[in-house]
Nanobody, 124 residues
């Protein structure tokens, strides 16, 4: 089984930065793609960013492109989401997830394992 624990969420003012971390463990972690999703109150979960198994390829939602950076350190089993120029509309619970394959995926059904989420609140 794969286990994921997110951390780094909190309250930040608009224009600020925050880095989320996802500590992962399990038999398939180092051979799997990873993703970050978010879910705002009253809305459906949406894709944020994805990274392939080796960390050499990334993909971002248009809403966060050039502001967020996903990265991974396979030696430490940690995936990061560096967020900058934060906006109030970025407010959501952020989830990391492990993909069923090694590549890039933007749909939630490609991720069988999920963390419990961490709250990010951006004030205006």
């Amino acid at each position: 089984q794969v286990q994921l624990v997110e951390s780094g969420g909190g309250l930040v003012q608009a224009g600020g930065s925050l880095r989320l971390s996802c500590a992962a463990s399990g038999r398939t972690y180092k051979n799997s793609g990873m993703g970050w999703f978010r879910q705002a109150a009253g809305k459906e979960r949406e894709f944020v960013a994805a990274i392939n198994w080796s960390g050499t390829s990334t993909y971002y939602a248009d809403s966060v492109k050039d502001r967020f950076t996903i990265s991974r350190d396979n030696a430490k089993n940690i995936v990061y989401l560096q967020m900058s120029s934060l906006k109030p509309e970025d407010t959501a619970v952020y989830y990391c997830a492990v993909a069923s394959g090694a590549g890039l995926y933007r749909n939630h059904y490609n991720y069988p394992y999920w963390g419990q989420g961490t709250q990010v609140t951006v004030s205006s």
